[in-house]
């Protein structure tokens, strides 16, 4: 029996998710797996990739054969460089985390005005109006 390790799909029509899994090379692509040993998420910024690499290293070495696209995660990850006994790749990019928004006090701004409100309500006594002509057309 070959297995293979491969991606398996999950998500909404334009949002992928894959996990990568280890199966039989005759099963579908989103079938049954052996075991699931990473996840691939490539809508991220920048995307994540997760791979338990204990695991890579048994599944390559009782003779697992990656697909192209688990190829491509392992290299950069630098489990097949580690794997073939290779120099390890560079460090993956991590995204910055990002800054917020300086607030109003960091800028400079002085709020004085922290009193009553400008303009006057009119909505009370409009209502107050409509009910003492609807009682008087009543009458």
């Known amino acids: 029996m070959?297995?293979?390790i491969k991606l398996k799909r999950l998500g909404k029509i334009r949002s992928p998710h894959y996990r990568i899994v280890v199966a039989d090379s005759r099963t579908r692509r989103?079938?049954?797996a052996i075991e699931e040993i990473g996840k691939y998420h490539p809508t991220y910024n920048p995307s994540?990739?997760?791979v338990d690499a204990e695991r890579v290293a048994y599944w390559l070495g009782v003779g697992a054969q990656p697909t192209e696209p688990v190829l491509a995660i392992l290299k950069k990850?630098?489990?097949?460089?580690?794997?073939?006994?290779?120099?390890?790749?560079a460090p993956l990019l991590v995204a910055e985390p990002k800054s917020t928004r300086p607030?109003?006090?960091a800028l400079g701004g002085e709020d004085e005005g922290k009193g009553e409100a400008?303009?006057?309500?009119k909505?009370?006594?409009?209502?107050d109006e409509a009910a003492a002509e609807s009682e008087?057309?009543?009458?």
Do not use: C, H, L, N
């Open 48 to 50: 994540v990739m997760e």
């Open 118 to 121: 400008i303009t006057q309500k």
């Open 2 to 4: 070959a297995v293979k």
């Open 103 to 105: 607030s109003f006090e």
């Open 123 to 127: 909505k009370a006594e409009k209502k």
């Open 30 to 32: 989103d079938g049954r």
């Open 77 to 89: 990850t630098g489990d097949w460089q580690k794997f073939k006994g290779e120099p390890a790749p």
């Open 136 to 139: 008087s057309t009543e009458a």
